[in-house]
């Protein structure tokens, strides 16, 4: 719902998010993607002339149409001035680089259309998962050089040196962004998915230096899972799968964290917290994952987030344990050995649950030593602290060491 009386100043940053990608995508659809910073620039110049307009004449009755209009009316303009200069200059131009000259189509089709076909672009295989997910922030999300960096924990510089490389292989790419082809489509799906996980848990569990959790990470890699299952190329399994599993982990973000930023373990969580809305349509998509034999990675998570959200099964962490047994020989890594561990020590208690950990032997993982802080606190908390100090030496990101400092001063005012 947009508010009239708000300022320029304060409307244009939510219409900057909400539009500027899909503004983009279109644009591109209709230039190429070897044109994508001339869409960049159309779309930025549109939100500069909103600024200017709009603080001295007002905000207009429909500020979103005001800004497809006069994008259009600029594609228009660049399009006149690429016929001026196809006339003078023709024989300089080659003729895959030349333009269409119609005007762009921003109806609502077209944009839930464009947007996925960037998605599919923006997921170029042959750029590494870290260069992807960048580009997924910048070209999907809308969001700054500076965010990006915050988001890695990384110079701007480096980001700025990864998006360069990434857009240059983008501009190489010969994905078709006019028309979705199902091939390609077939053959990109699963980057898209590793994509959009790794986006929202960027925002779920951020190394940002001073927020542990990016809730709006987590609502752009909701919002781009939707566009998956909307359309019926992309409404897998697998796409439902993940989006039931971001629906069942975003349902808690406002239980996680208290006003301090400090984490808040689930035990610990104010149910009434949780978001009803979002465990109800984690259901729906969970229901819609499980209509064929195929079982992934996504599966099994959402089968986990899904019972996290039952507080009051008692056999629940049985069920967690078996998943993550499912999981864990499906696809390791050691967040998932970890969280099994954790799920392990439930259902067997801390003691067994130690000696589980420690057959980890994560030495050089600061959630390896969290891990065993927690379950050291109930029998030895010398033990206890002495693996949050280690804890704290590791991990990079300062939120959580605010949280990891505020347990170890419990522990010593319980002493």
Not at 339 to 361: D, M, P, S
Request: hydrophobic share 40%.
């Amino acid at each position: 719902m947009i508010d009239h009386a708000a300022s320029p100043h304060e409307l244009l940053p939510h219409l900057f998010r909400v539009e500027y990608t899909k503004m983009t995508a279109v644009l591109c659809r209709h230039f190429g993607l070897q044109h994508i910073e001339t869409a960049e620039d159309i779309a930025s110049e549109t939100f500069l002339k909103a600024m200017e307009s709009w603080g001295e004449k007002g905000i207009p009755e429909n500020p979103t149409a005001w800004l497809y209009t006069v994008a259009k009316n600029k594609a228009k303009d660049y399009l006149r001035r690429q016929v001026v200069f196809e006339t003078q200059v023709k024989d300089a131009v080659k003729p895959r680089e030349q333009l269409t000259f119609e005007e762009p189509d921003f109806t609502p089709q077209m944009i839930s259309d464009s947007q996925l076909a960037m998605i599919f672009a923006v997921c170029n295989p042959s750029n590494a998962p870290a260069a992807q997910i960048c580009l997924a922030l910048q070209v999907l999300c809308g969001c700054s050089i500076a965010e990006i960096a915050a988001a890695f924990l990384t110079k701007t510089e480096t980001i700025k040196k990864r998006l360069l490389r990434a857009r240059a292989n983008l501009r190489k790419d010969h994905f078709q962004v006019k028309q979705l082809d199902p091939a390609a489509i077939a053959e990109r799906l699963d980057t898209v998915l590793r994509t959009i996980y790794l986006l929202f848990n960027e925002g779920y569990f951020s190394v940002s230096g001073d927020q542990l959790i990016r809730k709006d990470l987590c609502s752009e890699a909701l919002r781009l899972g939707l566009i998956l299952t909307e359309n019926p190329l992309t409404n897998t399994t697998q796409a439902n799968a993940l989006l039931a599993l971001m629906c069942f982990q975003s349902s808690r973000l406002d239980a996680r964290a208290n006003e301090a930023g400090d984490t808040i373990l689930f035990e610990q969580q104010d149910k009434h917290l949780w978001s009803q809305e979002l465990i109800d349509k984690g259901n729906y998509y969970l229901v819609n994952a499980c209509t064929g034999d195929e079982v992934s990675k996504y599966h099994l998570e959402a089968g986990i987030a899904y019972w996290h959200t039952t507080p009051t099964d008692q056999h629940k962490w049985e069920h967690i344990l078996h998943l993550y047994n499912q999981l864990i020989l499906l696809e390791y890594s050691p967040v998932t050995a970890l969280n099994r561990t954790f799920a392990f020590a439930k259902v067997y208690g801390t003691e067994a649950g130690i000696k589980e950990a420690e057959k980890l032997q994560l030495h050089d993982n600061s959630y390896y030593h969290s891990l065993l802080a927690y379950l050291w606190a109930t029998t030895n908390s010398g033990k206890a602290i002495a693996s949050y100090q280690q804890a704290i030496r590791l991990t990079r990101s300062a939120a959580e060491k605010k949280t990891l400092l505020n347990a170890i001063q419990r522990l010593q005012e319980k002493r």
